[in-house]
């Protein structure tokens, strides 16, 4: 089972950006995808963006489409979460995890019963 670290959280302006990190350690596979999830006390658990391991398949929620990129460096076993143009409604508790994937879409990333492993989230707030 891989065990997965995020950090790059913190506290930033509307209209800026930040860049969450979500480490992995232990064996991974080709098969793995990475989901990037949000939660806040009133809004539950969100689906945010989703990456194969091999980078070549992404996804995105529609509310963060054309501002958060996700990436991976497959040297580093890293993989990114690059968040522009930030809105008081994106802070939450951002977590990355990690599950097999047959097929890499939104259809499935989305769903978190697919996963099997999970960071302990990073803080993001967004002030207005």
């Known amino acids: 089972q891989v065990q997965l670290v995020e950090s790059g959280g913190g506290l930033v302006q509307a209209g800026g950006s930040l860049r969450l990190s979500c480490a992995a350690s232990?064996?991974?596979?080709?098969?793995?995808?990475v989901g990037w999830f949000r939660q806040t006390p009133g809004k539950g658990q969100e689906f945010v963006a989703g990456?194969?391991?091999?980078?070549?398949?992404?996804c995105y929620t529609n509310p963060v489409k054309g501002r958060f990129t996700t990436s991976i460096d497959n040297a580093k076993n890293t993989v990114y979460l690059q968040m522009n143009s930030l809105k008081p409604e994106d802070t939450a508790v951002y977590y990355c995890?990690?599950?097999?994937?047959?097929?890499?879409?939104?259809?499935?990333?989305?769903?978190?019963?697919?996963?099997?492993?999970w960071g302990r989230g990073t803080q993001v707030n967004v002030s207005s």
């Open positions: 995890a990690a599950g097999f994937f047959e097929h890499f879409s939104i259809a499935t990333m989305s769903q978190a019963g697919k996963y099997n492993s």
């Open positions: 232990g064996r991974t596979f080709s098969a793995y995808g």
């Open positions: 990456i194969s391991w091999s980078g070549g398949s992404t």
